[in-house]
């Protein structure tokens, strides 16, 4: 079976995010499929851009088919982000006959964030007599109108909805990474039946391959944090406001006089003021390191005692949450401090940590206080739980399988 899977972010190991694509790729690949991703050669998500030219480019990424269609630099969400969405909508109608070039797709997978993909992978499974399935990471334009505050009479706002019932209308399937979105998009025209939940997962074979060193400057920053701290709780990934991480350090600043230490890894927007945040309150608790290589991620994981990932109060995670950060600590093996309100909690569904309430520094030092007190065998217990959870439930091959299943019986 051939896939056509249009997804305007996607990235690789390679490129940096957003990586699941290029997995299901993977995944569809051991079982006999071919995948052709179609993706913009510019996004904001990703560490480096490929190179492309002015044109359509095609490339194998370890085996892996990208065709990367040119786009526009832009910064932040502004206009240029738009303009960067149009081209790339514009380029799926016009360069149709190039992207499918020794390419005759037996299924069209539209899984952009924004559901305007949707009109031109909607032509390409018509033209080609293909399934049309529809991926859905987050509700558009639910989140902008929720997050942003734009109206519903917003041009852009009521473009992204038509377009988003469009979808929901004309798709053989719509997998959904949000457990709880089916009502939702019952509302918006999804028919009885059509609704399938495949969140996000793991490459297993990335952590059976053996643990890949980390950076210099990484492993002696943490021997240095070890020497002080016996209980090491980090936190790795994006640096944003979504991450609400100015709780974790108003947390370290409740530790401060207890032997706990913690470990910030990663880059973006909120890290100068967390920095300056922590200087200011003179923590000699909290440690940041820079963005350590995707493969080296399992043995950053490995030399920590605890994990943490945090959430802002937000009104969309009624839908559910689906992170890929969290599927990695839980098959680091390591206990996860998880500060969340959504519809899903994946570590109380799999016993692997502490869930508490959001942007809650009293509630974080308490959990965070509570774990250190767990003797070594509770806390190898509670992650060895959680790698089991994933290996059941969120591994790529098991995703991957549910997902074909799904589109075979549309």
């Known amino acids: ?49 490929p190179d492309a030219a002015d044109g359509v480019t095609m490339e194998s990424i370890e085996g892996v088919e990208y065709c990367w269609l ?35 797709p037996d299924v069209v997978i539209a899984s952009s964030t924004y559901p305007l993909d949707a009109l031109p992978a909607y032509a390409l499974a018509r033209r080609h007599g293909a399934r049309l399935v529809e991926e859905i990471h987050d509700l558009w334009p639910l989140s902008p109108m929720e997050l942003g505050n734009m109206p519903a009479w917003h041009p852009f706002i009521a473009t992204m909805q038509l377009a988003e019932n469009f979808a929901y209308k004309r798709a053989d399937k719509v997998v959904s990474m949000l457990p709880n979105a089916e009502q939702h998009m019952r509302e918006h ?117 605890g ?20 599927m990695d600590y839980m098959m680091s093996g390591r206990p996860v401090i998880h500060a969340v309100e959504a519809a899903n909690d994946l570590v109380a569904e799999a016993g692997c940590g502490l869930s508490v309430e959001p942007e809650d520094p009293s509630a974080i030092a308490a959990a965070v206080r509570q774990l250190a007190s767990e003797s070594p065998a509770t806390r190898a217990e509670m992650g060895r739980r959680g790698r089991d959870y994933v290996l059941a439930h969120h591994t790529y091959d098991v995703l991957s399988r549910r997902f074909l299943n799904a589109v075979a019986a549309s």
């Open 70 to 104: 040119p786009g526009r630099p832009y910064q932040g969400n502004g206009l240029g982000r738009v303009a960067n969405m149009m081209g790339f909508v514009s380029q799926l109608f016009l360069r149709s006959a190039r992207i499918t070039e020794g390419f005759v």
């Open 189 to 305: 025209g999804l028919a009885p039946g059509k609704f399938v939940y495949v969140p996000n997962g793991v490459d297993v074979s990335e952590w059976e391959a053996g643990p890949q060193p980390l950076p210099a400057a990484a492993d002696e920053a943490i021997s240095r944090a070890r020497e002080r701290f016996p209980f090491l709780l980090a936190y790795a990934g994006a640096h944003g406001l979504a991450n609400a991480l100015g709780a974790l350090v108003e947390a370290a600043a409740l530790l401060r006089n207890e032997p706990l230490g913690f470990v910030l890894v990663g880059q973006g927007p909120e890290k100068a003021g967390l920095q300056r945040a922590v200087a200011d309150l003179d923590l000699q608790n909290v440690f940041f390191l820079d963005p350590v290589p995707k493969y080296s991620i399992p043995s950053l994981l490995s030399r920590m005692d």
């Open 1 to 49: 079976m051939n896939l056509l899977l249009i997804n305007h972010y996607a990235g690789s190991p390679i490129l940096g995010m957003e990586y699941r694509p290029y997995y299901m790729a993977r995944a569809w690949q051991k079982l006999g499929h071919r995948t052709r991703i179609v993706a913009s050669s510019f996004s904001h998500l990703r560490s480096r851009q």
């Open 307 to 326: 994990l943490y990932i945090g959430w802002r109060r937000n009104p969309l995670y009624r839908f559910g949450i689906s992170p890929n950060k969290l």
